[in-house]
């Protein structure tokens, strides 16, 4: 079955990096978009970044226009997102997904989901 499994979650302080990484398996890696997606207690699930079945575009919410940046690896069936000057309001479970009709940034889009990676930011 298709498998989805976030990896790379944590605790740093603000300003800080982290590299969240989603492994694939059980899917034609190459024929999904991926997009990450978070959710803070009390909130509504954020769209965070999407990209391409070819990695050739990408796209992005506004919170974390140029500090975020989304990557893929279809000979390692693995998608990335690097996380730069991270902010307090960053912290939220990420969620990898894919989606296989170019919709990225609307969750009814994407058709499997992992479970999630723990974000925590200090202050």
């Known amino acids: 079955q298709v498998q989805l499994v976030e990896s790379g979650g944590g605790l740093v302080q603000t300003g800080g990096s982290l590299r969240l990484s989603c492994a694939a398996s059980?899917?034609?890696?190459?024929?999904?978009?991926m997009g990450w997606f978070r959710q803070a207690p009390g909130k509504e699930r954020e769209f965070v970044g999407g990209i391409s079945r070819t990695g050739g575009s990408t796209y992005y919410g506004d919170s974390v226009k140029g500090r975020f940046t989304i990557s893929r690896d279809n000979a390692k069936n693995t998608v990335y997102l690097q996380m730069n000057s991270l902010k307090p309001e960053d912290t939220a479970v990420y969620y990898c997904?894919?989606?296989?009709?170019?919709?990225?940034?609307?969750?009814?889009?994407?058709?499997?989901w992992g479970q999630g990676t723990q974000v925590t930011i200090s202050s």
């Open positions: 997904a894919a989606e296989n009709i170019g919709a990225y940034a609307s969750s009814s889009a994407y058709a499997y």
């Open positions: 059980g899917l034609t890696f190459r024929r999904f978009g």
